[in-house]
């Protein structure tokens, strides 16, 4: 932006010092001919008055050696029937045409122009005064003044641009400092805000910028605290259960009750604590192994599996697979991708489980998915859900830089991929 600006300077400046250049260039050439020619006026004007007071052709010499052009050797006094007197450089046709036409007129010579201004003398004789002016006096101070007014065209032009510059600079770290500002904004950091500075259009922008920040501040903040109210509402609920959980016979379902029980309070309770943290907190990175994550799941998972006579198997997770994503978020994806296979297959129907760093690989031989798009859309599942659980495990993957894939299963169901970006 900055560099189109100062294109758009030199540009705008340069069409402008031409428009006024070249007119001034040739006005310079005008007035330096026009200065020249002048000037031979003013010696032709003084020969005309000692010709009205002597006409001997002697004395005319004196006169004509005293001038600065006669002794130049470039004025001359063409009397009738007499050689001229001084240095002619011009042809007789030319001071006759002066002659007969009684006025002024420059007529071409060698290496200049000649000034022929007619005359008569005091005893009525006509005569011609002859000034020459060579090249040179016509242009005489013309290069100086073109050089000049190049180097005043070429200061304005560099001045303009270093004022473009400055005020592109300032335009250019406003524009930065806005879009850096929504970067930040969009990474989640809502206590950004921006200085009001530049032109008046920025200074507005500064203002809705942070007028939407500290809207979405407050949205966000009143979504926290919904959240926290409602799941703070739960623990009634789930502390009934948890009793009723405790006073079952001794036995794997009692024992998986329990642990659901206090899987769900963990939950609830990192579901609070992030909630009342608010917007201004920013969370520590965490790494969470994706292998313990999935052993800890299986374990489990591997009794309602036993219950519905589910045969599975685990290939993979010989080395830990570290995932920047928090544990709690990880048993949730894992679960989904689990819980989905329990849920939407029948009984004694089995599913492999693979894992690599390039993510997590559950194979069913069940019915499959027959419309893969839809079912990672909330609430637009086909199979008789909401469509939330792929959708979680799509969120953690795309948190890893990855993505979430479904197809077909080698076991002839569906296939439910987490693939991470990580690797």
């Known amino acids: 932006m900055r560099r189109a600006l100062n294109w758009l300077a030199l540009a705008i400046t340069g069409m402008v010092a031409l428009a006024f250049l070249v007119p001034l260039i040739v006005a310079t050439r005008q007035i330096a001919h026009d200065r020249a020619i002048g000037e031979a006026r003013q010696q032709a004007s003084a020969m005309v008055a000692a010709l009205a007071v ?8 004196v006169a004509v050696a005293s001038t600065p052009a006669g002794s130049a050797g470039r004025l001359a006094v ?16 030319d001071v006759s045409l002066a002659g ?43 290069w100086p003044a073109w050089l000049a007014l190049t180097g005043l065209a070429v200061v304005l032009v560099a001045g303009s641009l270093l004022l473009f510059d400055r005020l592109g600079g300032r335009l250019v770290r406003v524009t930065r ?37 500290a809207d979405l501040k407050r949205l966000l903040d009143n979504e926290r605290e919904l959240a926290a109210d409602l799941s703070h509402r739960l623990r009634t609920p789930l502390t009934a259960l948890r009793l009723d959980a405790d006073s079952m016979p001794p036995g794997p379902v009692a024992d998986r009750m329990r642990q659901a029980c206090d899987m769900l309070d963990e939950e609830l309770e990192q579901i609070i604590s992030t909630a009342r943290k608010g917007t201004g907190a920013r969370m520590r990175a965490e790494h969470t192994d994706l292998v313990e994550v999935l052993a800890d799941r299986l374990a ?10 589910r045969r599975y198997d685990v290939r993979g997770g010989e080395r830990p697979v570290w995932v920047p994503v928090a544990r709690s978020e990880l048993i949730l994806a894992v679960d989904a991708m689990l819980g989905n296979v329990f849920a939407h297959t029948p009984e004694g129907t089995a599913f492999r489980l693979s894992v690599s760093p390039g ?20 609430g ?44």
């Not at 002597?54 to 010499?61: E, I, K, T, V």
């Not at 904004?185 to 910028?209: H, K």
């Not at 993510?359 to 909330?378: F, H, M, S, T, W």
């Not at 799509?394 to 991929?417: D, K």
């Open 54 to 61: 002597q006409a001997d052709p002697g004395l005319l010499s």
């Open 78 to 93: 063409h009397l009738p029937g007499l050689s001229p007197i001084g240095t002619t450089h011009v042809a007789a046709a």
């Open 100 to 142: 007969d036409a009684r006025r002024p007129i420059t007529a071409q010579a060698v290496g200049g122009v000649a000034y022929l201004q007619p005359s008569v003398l005091s005893d009525g004789r006509a005569v011609v005064i002859e000034v020459y002016v060579p090249d040179a006096e016509m242009t005489r101070g013309v």
């Open 177 to 213: 400092q806005l879009s850096e500002s929504s970067r930040k904004l969009g990474a989640g950091d809502l206590s950004v805000r921006l200085e009001p500075a530049g032109p008046p259009e920025f200074q507005d922008a500064a203002l809705a910028f942070n007028s939407m920040a």
């Open 300 to 309: 489990f998972w591997s009794a309602l599996a036993e219950d519905q006579g």
């Open 359 to 378: 993510g997590v690989y559950l194979d069913d031989a069940g019915p499959g998915i027959a419309n893969p798009a839809e079912a990672v859309q909330r």
């Open 380 to 423: 637009v599942s086909g199979a008789g859900s909401s469509g939330l659980g792929l959708d979680i495990v799509r969120r953690v993957a795309e948190q890893t830089g990855g993505r979430l894939a479904i197809g077909r299963s080698p076991l002839g169901g569906a296939r439910v991929a987490m693939l991470l970006g990580n690797s």
